[in-house]
């Protein structure tokens, strides 16, 4: 990449980032760290579909050969420059390559390559599982990428087989898919493990696990009638831990949780911080992922990092990260899940080789190889 000029976006790579920006935070870290002479500029705010101001304050990257591009504070005023043709592309043409992580793309072509990260195709295959707002923003970035952007990247082959039955007049050799890895492993990141302050762990007993933000397509909802079932049936009195900030559409949540003969062992931590969550892996009888979809799935992965038992989704891109090394179920088949959680509580030896082949699994994903691709990729791209 000698001599490269790169426009990154980073606006999802805030405190509180979620998947997408786990996954942009991460590769620009690895792109960093292994930069030569090529020079980055960092997009704290790009387009006006997602703005964090916080993040446009930050300096996360303070290094020669790092830039950071329009401190825009106000969402009106990243909307104001960035719907600016004469302003903004006047902008990305100082650079060879522009890569867009947020979903957003410009409105008009721009003078260098343009590169856009696809992470899943849910909005346009479930609009029902997200707002209107959200549904409109994405599905705008996406078309407006099948025209103007020259690379894609994908974070699953889920993804951009998703992708391109959607948009069938983009080649498949233009969409590259580079999966994420957990954080866990990441050079440079090893939070000390803390344990959360609330008081089911203070004595040490186990409890079932689910991680991720609580809206209707991670299939928590789903989750509670596995564990009443479960308990129904005469299971042991585990507690189920959901960690993970509430989302949208789920305002009847707590209200569920409340009629459950069970609410006293539901436990809501909200979100917690990376020393939480590596605690909270690494001391769970069992991760529960009933996910209906997911570009990824990162929870996952970060849970067989750690050893975790999983028992997963089977659908979209979740097979892709699990392999053999877990239980892959349908999301909606409560009888299998059920039987399967039964399975794992009783036999620990079941459990004992699922750690094994969770974290053997996981070290087939990782950030150096997928840095590595993105590099390849540019070089390829600025042609």
């Not at 935070?25 to 997602?50: K, N, Q």
């Not at 050079?187 to 809206?215: C, D, N, V, W, Y």
């Not at 399967?340 to 150096?368: C, D, I, N």
Request: hydrophobic share 40%; glycine share 8%.
């Amino acid at each position: 990449m000698s001599g490269l000029k790169i426009a990154f976006d980073v606006s999802q790579t805030g405190r509180r980032k979620a998947g997408c920006g786990f996954y942009a935070a991460a590769l620009i870290d690895g792109l960093l760290e292994s930069a030569s002479d090529e020079t980055f500029t960092l997009l704290t705010s790009f387009g006006d579909f997602y703005h964090d101001p916080f993040q446009a304050l930050a300096f996360p990257h303070i290094r020669r050969g790092v830039q950071y591009g329009p401190r825009l504070i106000r969402r009106k005023s990243a909307s104001r420059f960035w719907s600016n043709r004469a302003k903004a592309g006047s902008f990305c043409e100082r650079f060879d390559i522009v890569h867009s992580n947020n979903f957003w793309c410009p409105p008009w072509p721009v003078r260098c390559s343009l590169i856009y990260t696809l992470y899943d195709m849910s909005f346009i295959e479930h609009p029902e599982w997200t707002t209107e707002t959200n549904r409109k923003g994405c599905l705008e970035g996406v078309q407006r990428a099948a025209q103007f952007a020259d690379v894609f990247v994908a974070i699953s082959e889920a993804t951009k087989q998703a992708f391109l039955k959607h948009f069938p007049a983009i080649s498949p050799d233009r969409v590259h898919v580079i999966y994420p890895a957990s954080r866990f492993g990441q050079p440079g990141f090893q939070p000390e493990p803390k344990k959360p302050k609330h008081r089911i762990f203070k004595a040490g007993e186990p409890f079932f696990l689910s991680t991720g933000t609580i809206e209707p397509r991670k299939n928590q909802s789903f989750l509670l009638d596995l564990y009443l079932r479960f308990r129904a049936r005469g299971g042991p009195p585990i507690p189920l831990v959901l960690a993970g900030k509430k989302g949208w559409l789920m305002e009847s949540f707590d209200q569920q949780i409340a009629v459950s003969p069970w609410a006293d062992d539901i436990h809501i931590l909200g979100y917690v911080s990376d020393g939480e969550l590596a605690w909270l892996y690494q001391h769970c009888l069992v991760n529960l992922y009933p996910s209906h979809y997911e570009g990824f799935g990162l929870p996952v992965l970060e849970g067989m990092h750690f050893g975790t038992p999983v028992i997963c989704s089977s659908s979209t891109s979740m097979p892709e990260i699990v392999g053999e090394a877990g239980i892959l179920l349908p999301p909606d088949n409560l009888t299998s899940w059920v039987h399967a959680l039964e399975s794992l509580v009783a036999e620990p030896q079941r459990r004992e080789q699922l750690s094994s082949s969770a974290a053997t699994r996981a070290t087939l994903f990782g950030w150096k190889r997928s840095v590595a691709q993105i590099r390849r990729l540019y070089e390829v791209a600025s042609g």
